[in-house]
């Protein structure tokens, strides 16, 4: 584990992951203090990210539940195996151990053993190598469902009413994730560290750009930049992420492009925006206004004399 701020800071940057200040101290005490560590922000801002590279930096496999509407305890903790159990039921009369009280009483015993057991997700990352577990997007699963995760989330512990509690010997580094289209519940949120994710900087998303596309040129970095701000300011349905910024960026550089032409920029728009809306409202002479606007802001100011 890190062992200060700046340790973290450098462990997320070895990944690829341009973090601030806030962002990596928060990280920082979520490891060291062994808690869970709730995101909470906009689509694209590389929430779930954090958690890939805290896998990858710490060593750690990364076990990952990805919530959804309807989502319940078989398929994010555990369910039991009955194909199995009923087979060795099968066996054990066909092998006459069911015949007495006796051997009925230890088959009944032994039909809720952990080898029946199918571990899902949640089980996982307490059991085995240790784990970074994501439970990714909370908010999209009811929220009946967030009563399963508060004794692992406070205890790193899951019990199972037919064998017991089963407990990580080594706890695993969780993070949740949510895009806020719920409130979360009061219960989940004490549980945690919390750190709302928003979109990043100028500075901070061309930091990010040169970590994962060294190649970019810079005159067409900074113009892709400026460009993705300000459609941020604008009034769009949804607004692109980092993701989308990274993927546009790539695409720019797939076509020898050095710098925004309002056309090479109409064509590529699917990389950037994901709705025929916002698409449509940024053809045009609007295109063309944010590309004088990206060129404008990124074209290097003369240092003035004194």
């Known amino acids: 584990m890190p062992s200060s701020v700046a340790e973290t800071e450098a462990l ?17 005490l979520a490891l060291a203090m062994g808690r869970p560590l709730f995101l909470e922000g906009e689509p694209g801002t590389g929430k779930t990210e954090i958690a890939k590279v805290l896998a990858k930096g710490l060593d750690r496999r990364l076990v ?5 509407d309807g989502l319940d305890l078989s398929a994010a903790a555990y369910e039991w195996n009955h194909a199995r159990q ?17 051997g009925r009483a230890a088959l009944e015993d032994g039909i809720y053993d952990r080898r029946f057991l199918q571990e899902r997700p949640l089980l996982s990352a307490l059991s085995g190598s240790p784990a970074v577990l994501l439970i990714d ?7 009946p469902f967030e009563a399963f995760l508060l004794e692992i989330l406070a205890d790193f ?45 100028a500075a901070r998303e061309r930091a990010i750009l040169r970590s994962r596309l060294p190649d970019l040129p810079e005159q067409l970095s900074a113009q892709v930049v400026a460009f993705v701000q300000a459609v941020r300011a604008g009034d769009f349905f949804k607004y692109p992420g980092v ?24 064509e590529t728009l699917g990389a950037l925006l994901k709705y ?7 053809r045009g002479e609007e ?6 606007t990206a060129r404008d802001a990124a074209t290097p100011r003369p240092a003035l004399p004194f």
Request: with cysteine.
């Open 137 to 143: 997007e909370l908010d999209r699963a009811d929220e």
């Open 64 to 68: 990952r539940l990805q919530c959804y």
């Open 243 to 266: 993701a989308e910024t990274i993927d546009w960026a790539a695409a720019l550089n797939a076509l020898d492009a050095r710098e925004l032409e309002p056309v090479l920029v109409e």
């Open 157 to 201: 512990q899951l019990s199972i009413p037919e064998i017991g509690t089963i407990r990580a010997e080594t706890p695993p580094v969780v993070v949740l994730t949510s895009n806020r289209t719920r409130e979360v519940h009061d219960a989940i949120r004490r549980r945690c560290l919390y750190q709302w994710v928003d979109y990043p900087d």
């Open 86 to 102: 009923l087979m060795a039921i099968r066996l054990a009369e066909a092998a006459g151990e069911a015949g007495s009280e006796a």
């Open 12 to 28: 997320l940057a070895a990944g690829g992951y341009v973090a601030d200040r806030a962002l990596a101290t928060t990280v920082h």
């Open 276 to 282: 025929q809306d916002d698409i449509a409202k940024l």
């Open 287 to 292: 295109a063309a206004k944010l590309v004088e």
